[in-house]
Nanobody, 127 residues
Framework: QVQLVESGGGLVEPGGSLRLSCTASGFTLDNWSIGWFRQAPGKEREGVSCITAYNEGYYVDSVKGRFTISRDNAKNTVYLQANSLKPEDTAVYYC?????????????????????WGQGTQVTVSS
């Protein structure tokens, strides 16, 4: 059974950092891209970042220069290092796999292009 599990969220002050993890079970991540999304209360799920099977990373403008996506295939895990966190980063963060024909590439960061969502991990940025 394909499953993704997110972890690493928490409460941090503005300017703080967190490292989120997305660990896969039931399949190996080697040939898959992984996307990170977030959803704040009352808002739609929005794309944050994606990493291809070839280790190319993509980011939305709002997190460029602050977030870094990486992968450790030996641990079957993708990470999202979030630095210089702002209150507007507060959300539940989810990871997912592409559902299209080319799962080793990153499709547009639209939630409809991804699936196999995990349960999410809460990130709260507040003083």
């Amino acid at each position: 059974q394909v499953q993704l599990v997110e972890s690493g969220g928490g409460l941090v002050e503005p300017g703080g950092s967190l490292r989120l993890s997305c660990t896969a079970s039931g399949f190996t991540l080697d040939n898959w891209s992984i996307g990170w999304f977030r959803q704040a209360p009352g808002k739609e799920r929005e794309g944050v970042s994606c990493i291809t099977a070839y280790n190319e990373g993509y980011y939305v403008d709002s997190v460029k220069g602050r977030f870094t996506i990486s992968r450790d295939n030996a641990k079957n895990t993708v990470y999202l290092q979030a630095n210089s966190l702002k209150p507007e980063d507060t959300a539940v963060y989810y990871c997912g796999t592409p559902v299209g024909r080319f799962p080793y590439l990153c499709p547009h960061l639209e939630s409809s292009e991804y699936g196999n969502w995990g349960q999410g991990t809460q990130v709260t940025v507040s003083s």
